[in-house]
């Protein structure tokens, strides 16, 4: 039986306001706990069913941790998800990371990405090809939101999310290239991103790349259309963009 | 103000069970409800704020339509929006129609999309790269689902969204090639999609291409991975899809 604070205290992590005072976090889900305990990311504590706890076992030892058993009514009360039968694991968030290139690194900036659906999808997609490190604007979604993780399939365990004022950033990146995805760009399927590394800028669900950013892009780009869509999800169009960047530095 | 039963039904049309038995299903917001009226889809009636009404004026004379005015609290509780100031509109749900290929025409076939924001955003993905008609499972989520809607910013209007077995539909189409996703097939960025029209096959989020479908396609074919995500959100990998399919176009 769990200590009534105990779940109050892990109940209150799906706000932002107290994941920031604890500097703590939820993760939910058998497979999800099980990835996390297969990373380094520092644990605080982790809870699961009677029925669940042999699936954790190796993972457990590895980290030289007990997991606290609970009903899995308890696990619903304490996540956000409707049931979970498997386990949770409380996380801590980490103090910010400074950035910093590797040879030939692109990053991906976002700005404003404001749908955390969204952006756990992205996370996810950058992983899959090989990005490690996003830039996102303080008003893009939060990394630590429930729904953001659930959408990152445990891409957020190996991509680092930054967040930081991105006008300074990519002003104190001017010597890079820039690539960012407008209307009006040069068509991607024959954009030819510098080898060098560099940055990939997406903008806005609704609004795109903001105007005071949009002027230190260096390289515009355009997904062409060939039907009538006004426009693409962001998720999608990152997607688009980071096939392209792959596919040009094949050709090269 | 309106008849309780008037709400009463237009509310029902949330549930996929009464959008069958009365043939309607709904459109919510501003934006949706002018592209429906600039538009050919057969229309029941038509919703909005006194405020609202002026923008719809042009679309209405068009149709011929008179919009009933309504108060914003009453928009919200006929519709799945929590705030709605502007406008919904009933829409009738048409016969199933044939499906015809035109010459060198691609469709997209769906295996079993359960997700509604992601079949939404396929259908928007699908409009933009110029697809006409989408092929779907019967296990499909349903096309009249609000979320689907709203996730497809109005492509469904342009798009033909057919629902049938997908083994008989291969089957049938077996003298066409057919593109299917797997991660074990040749890379998509060396695929030269056959100009003379096709099938490009997507499957389940959690699954993908189920066996029986699997035997049946004719080009395996796979999105490079450069990092460690185990597999893309099955949106993302249509779109991925649908990109590379155009580009194969340009170059041949």
Not at 157 to 177: E, S
């Amino acid at each position: 039986m769990l200590i009534r604070n105990t779940v109050k205290l892990i109940k209150s992590l799906q706000q932002k306001k107290y994941r920031r005072e604890h500097a703590l976090f939820v993760v939910e889900g058998g497979k999800s706990v099980q990835e996390v305990l297969a990373s380094d990311w520092p644990l605080h504590s982790v809870y699961a069913t009677a029925a669940y706890l042999p699936e954790l076992a190796a993972g457990l030892r590895r980290r030289g941790l007990d997991a606290i058993t609970v009903k899995a009514a308890e696990l619903a009360d304490m996540g956000s998800y409707e049931h979970n039968d498997s386990a949770l694991a409380v996380l801590e968030i980490p103090l910010p990371a400074p950035i910093r290139f590797g040879d030939g690194e692109y990053v991906l900036v976002l700005d404003d990405i404001r749908d955390p659906g969204n952006l756990g999808t992205i996370i996810r997609t950058a992983d899959w090809f090989g990005i490690r490190q996003i830039i996102c604007s303080p008003e893009t979604a939060d990394l630590y939101n429930p729904k953001v993780l659930a959408a990152s399939m445990g891409s957020f365990l190996r991509v680092q999310v930054h967040y930081t004022a991105l006008p300074a950033f990519l002003q104190a990146h001017a010597d890079r290239p820039s690539y960012g995805a407008f209307l009006d760009g040069t068509d991607v399927h024959r954009t030819a991103f510098e080898p060098r590394g560099g940055l990939l800028v997406i903008g806005n669900e609704a609004h795109g790349i903001q105007p005071e950013l949009a002027g230190l892009v260096t390289h515009r780009i355009t997904i062409p259309a060939y039907g009538q869509a006004e426009s693409l999800n962001a998720g999608i169009a990152t997607a688009i963009l980071l096939d392209n960047w792959r596919q040009s530095a094949q050709r090269s």
